[in-house]
Protein backbone atom coordinates (compact mmCIF):
# COMPACT_ATOMS: atom_id res chain seq x y z
CA UNK A 1 0.00 0.00 0.00
CA UNK A 2 2.45 2.42 0.83
CA UNK A 3 4.76 1.37 -2.27
CA UNK A 4 1.69 2.27 -4.27
CA UNK A 5 0.82 5.33 -2.57
CA UNK A 6 4.79 6.58 -3.20
CA UNK A 7 3.96 5.48 -7.02
CA UNK A 8 1.31 7.73 -7.28
CA UNK A 9 2.47 10.90 -5.54
CA UNK A 10 6.08 10.50 -7.92
CA UNK A 11 3.78 10.00 -10.99
CA UNK A 12 1.50 12.82 -10.10
CA UNK A 13 4.58 15.07 -9.78
CA UNK A 14 6.05 13.98 -12.99
CA UNK A 15 2.78 15.23 -14.55
CA UNK A 16 2.61 18.46 -12.94
CA UNK A 17 6.52 19.21 -14.24
CA UNK A 18 5.14 18.26 -17.51
CA UNK A 19 2.63 20.11 -17.87
CA UNK A 20 3.55 24.00 -17.78
CA UNK A 21 1.98 26.87 -17.22
CA UNK A 22 1.19 28.45 -20.87
CA UNK A 23 2.61 32.23 -21.33
CA UNK A 24 0.35 34.48 -23.80
CA UNK A 25 2.20 36.64 -25.58
CA UNK A 26 0.43 39.94 -27.33
CA UNK A 27 1.06 42.18 -29.83
CA UNK A 28 -1.19 44.81 -31.42
CA UNK A 29 -0.37 45.74 -34.91
CA UNK A 30 -1.82 48.61 -37.74
CA UNK A 31 -1.00 48.94 -41.03
CA UNK A 32 0.22 51.84 -42.81
CA UNK A 33 -2.38 53.84 -44.76
CA UNK A 34 -3.76 51.63 -47.65
CA UNK A 35 -1.62 48.42 -47.16
CA UNK A 36 -3.77 46.72 -44.13
CA UNK A 37 -4.71 44.18 -47.15
CA UNK A 38 -1.13 43.06 -47.32
CA UNK A 39 -0.32 43.19 -44.02
CA UNK A 40 -3.22 40.54 -43.46
CA UNK A 41 -1.66 38.70 -46.34
CA UNK A 42 1.83 38.29 -45.12
CA UNK A 43 0.36 37.47 -41.09
CA UNK A 44 -2.09 34.63 -42.75
CA UNK A 45 0.67 33.20 -44.85
CA UNK A 46 3.29 33.28 -41.83
CA UNK A 47 0.61 31.41 -39.91
CA UNK A 48 0.48 28.90 -42.32
CA UNK A 49 4.09 28.24 -42.47
CA UNK A 50 5.11 28.24 -39.07
CA UNK A 51 1.85 28.03 -36.78
CA UNK A 52 -0.15 25.42 -37.99
CA UNK A 53 0.47 21.58 -37.99
CA UNK A 54 2.92 19.04 -35.80
CA UNK A 55 5.66 20.97 -37.20
CA UNK A 56 4.69 24.43 -35.74
CA UNK A 57 6.58 26.84 -33.53
CA UNK A 58 3.87 27.25 -31.37
CA UNK A 59 -0.04 28.56 -31.58
CA UNK A 60 -0.91 32.01 -33.07
CA UNK A 61 -4.17 33.10 -32.39
CA UNK A 62 -4.98 36.65 -33.99
CA UNK A 63 -7.84 39.26 -33.45
CA UNK A 64 -9.25 42.62 -34.98
CA UNK A 65 -10.36 45.05 -32.24
CA UNK A 66 -13.71 46.23 -33.14
CA UNK A 67 -14.16 49.17 -30.35
CA UNK A 68 -11.80 50.37 -27.50
CA UNK A 69 -8.77 52.53 -28.05
CA UNK A 70 -7.08 50.12 -30.45
CA UNK A 71 -9.87 49.65 -32.49
CA UNK A 72 -8.85 48.56 -36.27
CA UNK A 73 -5.43 47.05 -34.59
CA UNK A 74 -5.24 43.31 -35.33
CA UNK A 75 -4.02 41.17 -31.75
CA UNK A 76 -1.35 38.66 -32.22
CA UNK A 77 -1.48 36.08 -29.61
CA UNK A 78 1.05 33.07 -28.83
CA UNK A 79 0.79 30.37 -26.45
CA UNK A 80 4.21 29.10 -25.29
CA UNK A 81 5.42 27.50 -22.08
CA UNK A 82 8.49 29.08 -20.60
CA UNK A 83 10.75 26.37 -21.93
CA UNK A 84 9.59 26.88 -25.33
CA UNK A 85 10.35 30.48 -24.82
CA UNK A 86 14.32 30.01 -23.79
CA UNK A 87 15.11 27.28 -26.34
CA UNK A 88 13.37 29.39 -29.08
CA UNK A 89 15.52 30.32 -31.99
CA UNK A 90 13.88 30.31 -35.58
CA UNK A 91 15.70 32.87 -37.64
CA UNK A 92 13.57 31.84 -40.65
CA UNK A 93 10.32 32.06 -38.71
CA UNK A 94 11.60 35.87 -37.91
CA UNK A 95 12.86 36.73 -40.94
CA UNK A 96 9.82 35.49 -42.82
CA UNK A 97 7.83 37.83 -40.65
CA UNK A 98 10.10 41.12 -41.14
CA UNK A 99 9.99 40.65 -44.75
CA UNK A 100 6.31 39.82 -44.99
CA UNK A 101 4.73 41.66 -42.58
CA UNK A 102 6.30 44.44 -41.15
CA UNK A 103 7.45 46.47 -44.04
CA UNK A 104 3.33 47.46 -44.58
CA UNK A 105 3.50 47.81 -40.77
CA UNK A 106 3.12 51.43 -38.95
CA UNK A 107 5.55 50.97 -36.52
CA UNK A 108 4.63 54.13 -34.51
CA UNK A 109 1.42 52.41 -33.60
CA UNK A 110 2.46 48.85 -32.68
CA UNK A 111 1.61 48.00 -29.15
CA UNK A 112 4.61 45.99 -27.93
CA UNK A 113 4.83 42.47 -26.31
CA UNK A 114 2.99 42.14 -23.53
CA UNK A 115 3.46 38.95 -21.49
CA UNK A 116 0.19 36.94 -19.53
CA UNK A 117 -0.54 33.85 -17.66
CA UNK A 118 -4.35 32.76 -17.26
CA UNK A 119 -5.85 32.49 -13.35
CA UNK A 120 -7.76 29.63 -13.81
CA UNK A 121 -9.12 29.84 -10.34
CA UNK A 122 -10.51 33.31 -11.46
CA UNK A 123 -11.85 31.65 -14.13
CA UNK A 124 -15.52 29.53 -15.14
CA UNK A 125 -16.66 27.90 -17.64
CA UNK A 126 -20.57 26.50 -16.83
CA UNK A 127 -21.68 26.58 -20.70
CA UNK A 128 -20.76 22.91 -21.39
CA UNK A 129 -18.44 24.22 -24.45
CA UNK A 130 -14.94 24.89 -25.22
CA UNK A 131 -15.57 25.96 -28.62
CA UNK A 132 -13.51 29.19 -29.61
CA UNK A 133 -16.17 31.96 -30.36
CA UNK A 134 -16.68 34.58 -32.88
CA UNK A 135 -16.04 37.25 -30.34
CA UNK A 136 -14.77 38.42 -27.19
CA UNK A 137 -15.84 40.53 -24.35
CA UNK A 138 -12.14 42.35 -22.58
CA UNK A 139 -12.69 44.19 -20.05
CA UNK A 140 -8.92 44.99 -18.49
CA UNK A 141 -8.93 46.44 -14.68
CA UNK A 142 -5.54 48.32 -13.56
CA UNK A 143 -5.58 47.79 -9.31
CA UNK A 144 -3.78 50.05 -7.04
CA UNK A 145 -0.90 48.86 -5.70
CA UNK A 146 -0.94 46.21 -2.56
CA UNK A 147 -4.83 45.45 -3.50
CA UNK A 148 -4.60 41.99 -2.23
CA UNK A 149 -8.55 41.80 -1.51
CA UNK A 150 -8.58 41.20 -5.87
CA UNK A 151 -7.82 37.78 -5.37
CA UNK A 152 -10.27 37.12 -2.34
CA UNK A 153 -13.14 39.26 -4.64
CA UNK A 154 -12.25 36.95 -7.88
CA UNK A 155 -12.57 33.43 -6.26
CA UNK A 156 -15.78 34.32 -4.39
CA UNK A 157 -17.43 35.95 -7.47
CA UNK A 158 -16.22 32.00 -9.42
CA UNK A 159 -17.86 30.07 -6.24
CA UNK A 160 -20.93 32.33 -6.52
CA UNK A 161 -20.92 30.67 -10.13
CA UNK A 162 -20.13 27.21 -9.48
CA UNK A 163 -22.70 27.02 -6.28
CA UNK A 164 -25.71 28.78 -8.26
CA UNK A 165 -25.10 26.39 -11.50
CA UNK A 166 -24.47 29.01 -13.59
CA UNK A 167 -23.71 28.61 -17.17
CA UNK A 168 -21.35 31.74 -17.51
CA UNK A 169 -18.09 31.59 -19.28
CA UNK A 170 -15.78 33.79 -18.82
CA UNK A 171 -11.30 33.78 -18.16
CA UNK A 172 -9.35 35.76 -15.93
CA UNK A 173 -5.75 37.00 -17.41
CA UNK A 174 -2.66 38.59 -15.11
CA UNK A 175 -0.32 40.58 -16.64
CA UNK A 176 3.14 39.81 -16.07
CA UNK A 177 5.42 42.08 -17.80
CA UNK A 178 4.60 45.75 -20.04
CA UNK A 179 2.92 47.90 -17.72
CA UNK A 180 1.35 48.31 -14.31
CA UNK A 181 -0.67 45.65 -12.27
CA UNK A 182 -3.22 44.87 -14.52
CA UNK A 183 -5.89 41.97 -14.62
CA UNK A 184 -7.90 41.00 -17.96
CA UNK A 185 -11.59 39.12 -18.00
CA UNK A 186 -12.44 37.86 -21.11
CA UNK A 187 -16.40 37.38 -22.16
CA UNK A 188 -16.34 34.69 -25.23
CA UNK A 189 -20.13 34.98 -27.62
CA UNK A 190 -21.26 34.42 -30.94
CA UNK A 191 -24.18 37.04 -31.11
CA UNK A 192 -25.14 40.47 -30.77
CA UNK A 193 -28.20 39.60 -28.88
CA UNK A 194 -25.73 37.97 -26.13
CA UNK A 195 -23.25 40.76 -26.16
CA UNK A 196 -26.12 42.59 -24.82
CA UNK A 197 -25.84 40.83 -21.21
CA UNK A 198 -22.98 39.83 -21.24
CA UNK A 199 -21.32 41.40 -18.01
CA UNK A 200 -24.37 41.12 -16.16
CA UNK A 201 -24.37 37.64 -16.80
CA UNK A 202 -20.82 37.21 -15.00
CA UNK A 203 -21.77 40.00 -12.59
CA UNK A 204 -24.74 38.45 -11.57
CA UNK A 205 -25.63 39.96 -8.27
CA UNK A 206 -28.69 37.24 -7.45
CA UNK A 207 -26.10 34.50 -7.91
CA UNK A 208 -24.16 36.37 -5.48
CA UNK A 209 -26.29 37.33 -2.66
CA UNK A 210 -28.05 33.74 -2.69
CA UNK A 211 -24.24 32.07 -2.33
CA UNK A 212 -22.84 34.15 -0.27
CA UNK A 213 -25.73 35.75 1.67
CA UNK A 214 -28.02 38.92 0.94
CA UNK A 215 -25.90 42.37 1.18
CA UNK A 216 -22.63 40.92 -0.08
CA UNK A 217 -22.76 41.73 -3.51
CA UNK A 218 -22.66 45.88 -2.60
CA UNK A 219 -19.88 44.73 0.16
CA UNK A 220 -18.04 43.19 -3.29
CA UNK A 221 -18.84 46.34 -5.05
CA UNK A 222 -17.78 48.79 -2.05
CA UNK A 223 -14.06 46.86 -2.33
CA UNK A 224 -14.38 46.46 -5.76
CA UNK A 225 -14.31 50.12 -6.99
CA UNK A 226 -11.97 51.43 -4.25
CA UNK A 227 -8.81 49.16 -5.38
CA UNK A 228 -9.96 49.69 -9.41
CA UNK A 229 -8.20 52.18 -10.51
CA UNK A 230 -8.94 52.35 -14.39
CA UNK A 231 -11.52 50.23 -16.73
CA UNK A 232 -10.86 50.02 -20.10
CA UNK A 233 -13.22 47.69 -22.33
CA UNK A 234 -12.37 46.13 -25.96
CA UNK A 235 -14.58 43.86 -28.04
CA UNK A 236 -12.50 41.45 -30.37
CA UNK A 237 -13.32 39.86 -33.32
CA UNK A 238 -11.21 36.24 -33.52
CA UNK A 239 -9.67 35.62 -37.38
CA UNK A 240 -9.69 31.60 -37.74
CA UNK A 241 -8.21 32.33 -41.54
CA UNK A 242 -4.53 34.10 -39.43
CA UNK A 243 -4.52 31.70 -36.80
CA UNK A 244 -3.76 27.91 -35.74
CA UNK A 245 -7.13 26.31 -35.35
Not at 57 to 71: A, H, L, N, V
Not at 140 to 151: I, L, M, N, T
Not at 216 to 231: A, G, H, P
Request: net charge neutral.
Amino acid sequence: LILSVLIALVSNSIFAQDKEELIYGSQVWFAKQGLNEKMMKGMEEKTKKFNRGEDATYPMYTFRYRSGPYTGGIQRVSARTASNLDSYNNREERQYFRKYVVPYADMDRMVRTKHWAKQEDHSYNGSGSDERLKFRLVVSYKVKPGSYQWDGLRKKLVEAHEKSGSTARFASYQLLSGGVTTFSLTMPFNSWEEYTSLESTVFNEDAYNSVHGAGSWEKFLDIFTSIVKEREVHLKEYLPELSSD
